[in-house]
């Protein structure tokens, strides 16, 4: 089969929500095969009248009915062009709006075994190939067959022998599909394959061209690019001497069924057999035979091209999706409870805990230290439930109750993670990315709090722009911006990883002691190296 029952039955699930259009532009492609046939039809009839074949009708009661059939495929074409492009567009922003919001409530883990380039490739690529397919090439394919079948039964009717000559050629189209399609899938898949790793080569290339550049190995990454360039374009040579063969043994079936048409009505117009009409009729609908036959054809790299986008969409359809929760939110002061916790990433790795437990009291300033790989990112991990532990319990707790650790208490924490974490867009739509209902009080007072004061001198204050990675800031503007973020968002617990890294020792003592003055009740975790920082605090934990 083209398509495997599995990808048919997700295709019919995934569907629903665009059927609408796939209605509408069936509809109009069977409106659009009648007013082609009624064309056909008033063209012999011109015709026929013009050689005086036909005298029941005048040649101007035919030039109005040609012309009204010309302004009704006018009419046709404009409508089903405007349902393309407006209903198009919509369906395939739902395409990319449901596979966008799947993904970012997927497990972490499972997400970060695929690549970012190739997550964009299958979003971009292969939703738009399937939305496309199911509003648009289904009802062509719905249309072309009725059009085969209609155009075939009016030249039935007009000589039934010729009618079934012309289609004696289809078991020779059906044959050769079935022994293009298995390798043309295979194909199409590699190619596609091949297309997300150079996505991703360069996505990757471009976030880390400092790295690149200094470490000299733009060389090698240009020639990493184009060794899959290379092959790429092997896949796609023989992909195209695949689909040129077959095409070239279509074309010559297709101008021998021309041919015989022609010699076929020329002999019995020649005979007085037929009139003028008649054999113009023939011409026009041999096309309109041919070009359904032509079309279905040019269906079978649709059809391989789909189900390999399927089998794309489908693995990532069917990554877990993170456990919801219903749990009331903690009121107040909010404390964290880590009971004999151990945790691996893998069977057969180290446990990065075992069986550790940890108390923080409501409202507790700590310092979180420890030396590299001794499980300060991964206690991270677990406190915000990206990951889950092997075994033991985390949880929240207040003066009243508990909840376990999930991700619905991710509403409890304000993080900020390592590193420059600013997005592209203006310092304001960053900082609402803290609190999207944040005033421009509450933005300038979280600004003041972590020391970005210079944010108001710049000539477009809040809405300076930001490039990607928090171009145009220094490293330390950039993180205090970060702060400024996290400091928005309504939390009882902040968790800041290294948050004030790229901060001078006197800068990075004012933004902590400005953080703890203000956020007095809340529950502070700095994760740290910086010995000034443990001064501050009153609770030092050392993994």
């Known amino acids: 089969m083209l398509i495997s029952n599995s990808n048919i039955q997700w295709l019919w699930r995934t569907g629903k929500g665009y059927r609408l259009q796939a209605t509408l532009n069936t509809i109009l492609g069977i409106l659009i095969v009648g007013a082609d ?159 997300s790793g150079i996505q991703s080569l360069m996505q990757e290339s471009l976030q880390h061209t ?43 079936g297709f101008a021998t069924g021309y041919f015989l048409t022609f010699t076929w009505g020329t002999y019995s117009l020649a005979q007085g057999t037929i009139t003028y009409g008649t054999l113009i009729a023939f011409v026009q609908l041999v096309a309109q035979i041919q070009d359904p036959v032509r079309a279905l054809t040019r269906f079978i790299p649709i059809f391989v091209s789909v189900s390999t986008s399927c089998d794309r969409l489908r693995e990532i359809a069917s990554l877990p999706a993170e456990p919801q929760s219903t749990d009331a939110q903690l009121a107040g002061p909010v404390g964290i409870r880590i009971q004999d916790v151990s945790f691996a990433y893998t069977e057969n790795s180290r446990k ?118 928090g171009g145009g800031f220094s490293e330390g503007q950039a993180q205090r911006i970060c702060i400024a973020r996290t400091l928005l968002r309504d939390a009882p617990i902040l968790l800041l990883d290294e948050a004030t890294s790229a901060l001078d020792a006197v800068t990075e003592q004012q933004v902590v002691e400005n953080i703890i003055k203000h956020r007095p009740n809340n529950t502070l975790l700095f994760i740290t190296h910086r010995q000034e920082v443990t001064q501050l605090c009153d609770t030092v934990v050392r993994l």
């Open 37 to 195: 046939l009624l064309f056909v039809w008033a063209t012999k009839l011109a015709v026929d009248i013009a050689t005086k074949a036909n005298t029941h009708m005048t040649l101007t009661t035919a030039f109005t009915i040609l012309a009204t059939v010309i302004i009704l495929q006018i009419v046709l074409g404009i409508a089903s062009r405007w349902i393309k492009a407006t209903l198009g567009v919509k369906s395939l922003n739902r395409m990319h709006s449901s596979f966008f919001t799947l993904l970012l409530h997927s497990d972490w883990r499972k997400l970060r075994e695929f690549h970012t380039g190739d997550l964009t490739n299958r979003l971009q690529r292969d939703a738009t190939e399937v939305t496309g397919f199911l509003t648009e090439s289904l009802p062509t394919l719905v249309t072309t067959i009725i059009k085969f079948i209609a155009a075939f039964g009016f030249l039935y009717l007009m000589d039934s022998t010729l009618a079934l000559l012309i289609v004696g050629i289809l078991p020779l189209f059906i044959l050769m599909g079935r022994l293009y399609v298995n390798k043309m899938r295979a194909i199409t898949h590699n190619v596609r394959t091949t297309e």
């Open 210 to 252: 400092p790295v690149i550049k200094t470490l000299q190995q733009v060389p090698y990454m240009v020639e990493k690019l184009m060794t899959l360039q290379k092959r790429l374009r092997k896949e796609i040579i023989l992909k195209t001497k695949y689909s040129t063969f077959t095409s070239t043994l279509l074309n010559l």
């Open 352 to 469: 990065i805990l075992d069986n550790y437990s940890l108390t923080l009291a409501p409202g507790s300033r700590v310092a979180i230290m420890g030396q590299t790989g001794t499980g300060k990112t991964t206690l991270i991990r677990l406190l915000l439930s990206l990951i889950a532990p092997n075994s033991g319990r985390l949880e929240l707790f207040n003066t009243q109750q508990t909840m376990s650790i999930s991700p619905a208490s991710r509403a409890h924490f304000a993080y900020l993670p390592q590193g420059n974490t600013l997005l592209s867009g203006t310092i304001r739509e960053n900082l609402q990315l803290g609190n999207p209902y944040a005033t421009e009080a509450d933005m300038q007072q979280a600004l003041d709090i972590a020391c970005a004061d210079f944010v108001q001198q710049l000539p477009h204050g809040l809405d300076t722009s930001c490039s990607e990675q």
